[in-house]
């Protein structure tokens, strides 16, 4: 299956701070890629599908300003969010589209702390 | 819209016994079924699917999954339980006449295996 780079795998940062969270296919070209926010003990929440060379559609309640994500590539998906504060923080993680009987292939996820 | 449904939380198993996590699913016409392991702080892998075919489906680490279709079911099961089985599982359809729809992951169940 595809295998999905995604890091950092950890970042602790200061409010106010922006951070950018990389998802790279590495070996499939995805022209979707999504990204999820997972709370503690918690399921997936989708936030965003990332379309490559298009703008991303965003799930209802989640901020386009807040959450910039760029798929400039076939094989890397950007997730920048900006201006942190402590409320942003939580796991997230990306994965690869997929189209009929394949399965979505996920990064390891980035666990975000916000100071 | 399409849903699945994971109606326990938590799953406790002795080690070496037989264990089962529960999926049900809602879907129009043919449905595709993944399931998905989380362990700590990592994304999620994938185990296994049903796309037609036998109803038993095999899948990594000793895993299987049977679709009933009367009964909307794919329960995943393992039939001697080992403490590194310890994780999050995520059951997940897709209806299969549309092949570009993302997958609807269930609310997950953690399963702990007691030594």
């Known amino acids: 299956g595809a295998v999905v780079s995604q890091h950092p795998s950890w970042v602790i940062c200061k409010s106010g701070t922006s951070v950018k969270i990389e998802c790279r296919s590495l070996d499939f070209q995805a022209t979707t890629m999504f990204w999820y926010r997972q709370f503690p003990k918690q399921s997936l929440m989708l936030m965003a599908t990332?379309?490559?060379?298009?703008?991303?559609?965003?799930e209802q309640g989640v901020e386009k300003d807040k959450f910039l994500i760029n798929h400039a590539s076939l094989t890397l998906s950007t997730l920048t969010v900006t201006s942190a504060h402590p409320e942003d923080s939580s796991f997230y993680i990306c994965?690869?589209?997929?189209?009929?009987?394949?399965?979505?292939?996920f990064g390891d996820g980035t666990r975000l702390s916000i100071l | 819209a399409q849903s699945v449904a994971q109606p326990e939380d938590q799953v406790n198993v002795a080690e070496g016994n037989p264990l089962t996590v529960k999926c049900t699913y809602s879907v129009s016409g043919n449905p595709y079924l993944f399931w998905y392991v989380q362990y700590p702080n990592r994304g999620l892998q994938f185990l296994l699917k049903y796309i037609t075919g036998d109803n038993l489906v095999k899948g990594s680490y000793g895993f299987e999954a049977e679709f009933n279709k009367s009964q909307t079911s794919f329960h995943l099961k393992k039939p001697s339980a080992l403490v590194s089985d310890s994780a999050l599982y995520f059951c997940?359809?897709?209806?299969?006449?549309?092949?570009?729809?993302?997958?609807?992951f269930g609310t997950g169940t953690r399963l702990t295996i007691i030594p």
């Open positions: 994965s690869t589209g997929s189209y009929s009987n394949q399965p979505q292939h």
């Open positions: 997940a359809v897709r209806p299969s006449n549309f092949g570009n729809e993302k997958l609807t």
């Open positions: 990332s379309n490559e060379g298009s703008k991303a559609t965003y």
